[in-house]
């Protein structure tokens, strides 16, 4: 029953905007710290953006901070992740996922959705 479905991603030039969404079903949302995070081929996943559950503290890897904007509406167990000022560099596929990464019971391993492609180019 856990489901993460991440859209919004997209072919964007350098300097450009996006706005992901991440839309969480199966679990109760409110309670748990969402990140953000990234992968581009041959590179290790970074973590991206956080925001906590409580008070929607938020905290941003040194690449990205000024540029990126997590955050969530808990009515709508949806996170969003607002990028601006978008470099190459950030091109990747996003995902999000609980700070712990969710784990599905059914198949034995970490859940993570399909993600969504954000690709910077000129």
């Known amino acids: 029953q856990v489901q993460l479905v991440e859209s919004g991603g997209g072919l964007v030039q350098p300097g450009g905007s996006l706005r992901l969404s991440c839309v969480a079903s199966?679990?109760?949302?409110?309670?748990?710290?969402m990140n953000w995070y990234r992968q581009a081929p041959g590179q290790e996943r970074e973590l991206v953006a956080g925001i906590t559950s409580t008070f929607g503290i938020t905290y941003y890897a040194d690449s990205v901070k000024g540029r990126f904007t997590i955050s969530r509406d808990n009515a709508k167990n949806t996170v969003y992740l607002q990028m601006t000022s978008l470099k190459p560099d950030d091109t990747a596929a996003y995902h999000c996922?609980?700070?712990?990464?969710?784990?599905?019971?059914?198949?034995?391993?970490?859940?993570w959705g399909q993600g969504t492609q954000v690709t910077v180019s000129s």
């Open positions: 199966g679990f109760r949302f409110s309670s748990y710290t």
């Open positions: 996922n609980t700070d712990g990464v969710l784990w599905d019971s059914n198949s034995g391993s970490e859940y």
